[in-house]
């Protein structure tokens, strides 16, 4: 969202490009983005939100090995630009990623066979699965790779923002948050 005199503009992109359009100081404030070294060289986080986990998505007639460092050459869908991209180049770097412009096309690769799995946030991956009615087909592994918090974000300098984003999460009260969780998580 970019604020313009009295009115607030939002913009909305691919997932690569919310975080570029924060970088490029097109947009004030993230609703949601996980906390790592590249985005704090030119974001300044809230405190936290909410947590998520992030699983490999695979057909049910598939079976993945537990472990990712046992994947061989089996192709992974990835969202361009995602934490779970980043995190998956520097901690498996021999996987053999596919990078899809969102975590929608991605299903749709996995659906196809044209990739062996498929790497999401489980929220976001159920969601999509139960809209396109997929739930059957595909699932997670057993065990989430990632656990990570959420966070809102603003660009580099913009404490004012910040903390006003901070009040107002703190001056939420447990039942707010609730009712917020059931509409928008």
Same mark, same amino acid.
């Given at each position: 969202?970019?604020?313009?005199?009295?009115?607030?503009?939002?913009? /909305?992109?691919? =997932? #690569? @490009?919310?975080?570029?359009?924060? *970088? *490029?100081?097109?947009?004030?404030?993230?609703?949601?983005?996980? &906390?790592?070294?590249?985005?704090?060289?030119? &974001?300044?986080?809230?405190?936290?939100?909410?947590?998520?986990?992030?699983?490999?998505?695979?057909?049910?007639? %598939?079976?993945?090995?537990?472990?990712? #460092?046992?994947?061989?050459?089996?192709?992974? %869908?990835?969202?361009?630009?995602?934490? *779970?991209?980043? #995190?998956?180049?520097?901690?498996?770097?021999?996987?053999?990623?596919?990078?899809?412009?969102? =975590?929608?096309?991605?299903?749709?690769?996995?659906?196809?066979?044209?990739?062996?799995?498929? /790497? @999401?946030?489980?929220?976001?991956?159920?969601?999509?699965?139960?809209?396109?009615? =997929?739930?059957?087909?595909?699932?997670? *592994?057993?065990?989430?790779?990632?656990?990570?918090?959420?966070?809102? %974000?603003?660009?580099?300098?913009?404490?004012?923002?910040?903390?006003?984003?901070?009040?107002?999460?703190?001056?939420?009260?447990?039942?707010?948050?609730? #009712? /917020?969780?059931?509409? =928008?998580?």
């Amino acid at each position: 969202a970019k604020k313009t005199g009295n009115e607030i503009r939002f913009r /909305m992109s691919d =997932w #690569a @490009g919310t975080v570029k359009a924060m *970088q *490029q100081g097109e947009v004030d404030i993230h609703s949601g983005l996980f &906390l790592n070294k590249e985005r704090q060289e030119f &974001l300044e986080f809230s405190k936290p939100i909410y947590q998520i986990n992030s699983s490999f998505y695979h057909r049910r007639d %598939a079976k993945l090995p537990k472990d990712p #460092a046992k994947f061989g050459q089996r192709r992974i %869908a990835v969202t361009t630009g995602s934490y *779970q991209e980043s #995190a998956l180049r520097r901690s498996y770097p021999d996987l053999n990623l596919v990078s899809y412009p969102s =975590w929608l096309l991605s299903l749709e690769a996995l659906k196809k066979d044209k990739v062996d799995a498929a /790497m @999401g946030e489980d929220l976001t991956m159920e969601v999509l699965l139960d809209d396109l009615g =997929w739930g059957s087909e595909i699932t997670a *592994q057993p065990k989430p790779l990632f656990s990570n918090v959420v966070y809102g %974000a603003v660009t580099k300098g913009n404490e004012e923002l910040l903390t006003k984003i901070n009040d107002g999460l703190a001056s939420l009260s447990p039942k707010e948050k609730e #009712a /917020m969780e059931r509409v =928008w998580v």
